[in-house]
């Protein structure tokens, strides 16, 4: 099965902290079983530009990622529609880029891996979700 990385997989993989060992599994699989959705791609380039102080080595991180290592999943109106239905059943609040996150893996018949405790709280008959461990 696929697994669509959110932003918070990739991170942990990056900075070699905890579940970056599942991480690295997923994505020795190649581009047909690790993928980022387009959300993501917005939002690592954020949390690079804050986290690598040279712009040079978070463009090529942030690209290493993007293009080498991962396969692109675009968002779609299925990916909104689905985005829409997990934040409606959700509890608690989800950041509209999580949900959208979320809705890809669902509307693609996805495994989401990610880091945000806030996405446990998700449901979906087609939701799979695989919780890496917290940052100690």
């Known amino acids: 099965m696929p697994h669509l990385l959110?932003?918070?997989?990739v991170l942990a993989h990056f900075l070699d902290?905890?579940?970056?060992?599942?991480?690295?599994?997923?994505?020795?699989?190649?581009?047909?079983?690790a993928l980022l959705c387009a959300p993501s791609w917005a939002e690592l380039e954020r949390r690079l530009a804050e986290l690598v102080p040279d712009e040079e080595e978070a463009e090529r991180v942030w690209t290493l990622y993007t293009q080498e290592l991962c396969g692109f999943l675009p968002l779609d109106a299925d990916s909104v529609r689905a985005?829409?239905?997990l934040r409606r059943s959700a509890e608690g609040r989800l950041p509209l880029i999580d949900a959208l996150?979320?809705?890809?893996?669902?509307?693609?018949?996805?495994?989401?891996?990610?880091?945000?405790?806030?996405?446990?709280?998700?449901s979906g008959e087609n939701l799979k979700i695989t919780s890496l461990p917290t940052k100690s």
């Open 6 to 9: 959110d932003t918070s997989a």
């Open 17 to 33: 902290e905890p579940g970056s060992d599942v991480v690295s599994r997923i994505l020795a699989g190649g581009k047909k079983k």
């Open 83 to 85: 985005a829409i239905d």
């Open 101 to 122: 996150i979320a809705g890809c893996a669902s509307a693609n018949d996805m495994e989401l891996v990610h880091r945000d405790s806030h996405m446990d709280r998700l």
